[in-house]
Nanobody
């Protein structure tokens, strides 16, 4: 049974940094894309960043604009999201998604990912 667990969410002031981590296990498929999505109250869940099995293939949502960096450790099946220059509008629950296929480009659609975590809360105060 797939298990995806996020950690690292916290309350931080605007301009601060946070590092989110995610560990996946028991996935149906090995060597697949992983991603971070987020959902703010009253809004749809949106892609923050994804990374393919090949570490040099990553994609970021337009709102990231160089502030976030996604990385992964394939030996440990973990993915991290370093978030810098945080803004109040970054406040959301952040979800880790795994088992997203073995394509060269990581998929951007939610339904491409077969395993999800429960989410970790990020709150950025003004």
């Amino acid at each position: 049974q797939a298990q995806v667990a996020e950690s690292g969410g916290d309350l931080v002031q605007a301009g601060g940094s946070l590092r989110l981590s995610c560990t996946a296990s028991g996935l149906t498929h090995d060597d697949t894309a992983m991603a971070w999505f987020r959902q703010a109250p009253g809004k749809n869940r949106e892609l923050v960043a994804c990374i393919s099995w090949s570490p040099d293939s990553a994609y970021y949502g337009d709102f990231v604009k160089g502030r976030f960096t996604i990385s992964r450790d394939n030996t440990k099946n973990t993915v991290s999201l370093q978030m810098n220059s945080l803004k109040p509008e970054d406040t959301a629950t952040y979800y880790c998604a795994a088992d997203g296929g073995s394509f060269h480009l990581c998929p951007r659609a939610m339904d491409s990912y077969l395993a999800w975590g429960q989410g970790t809360q990020v709150t950025v105060s003004a």
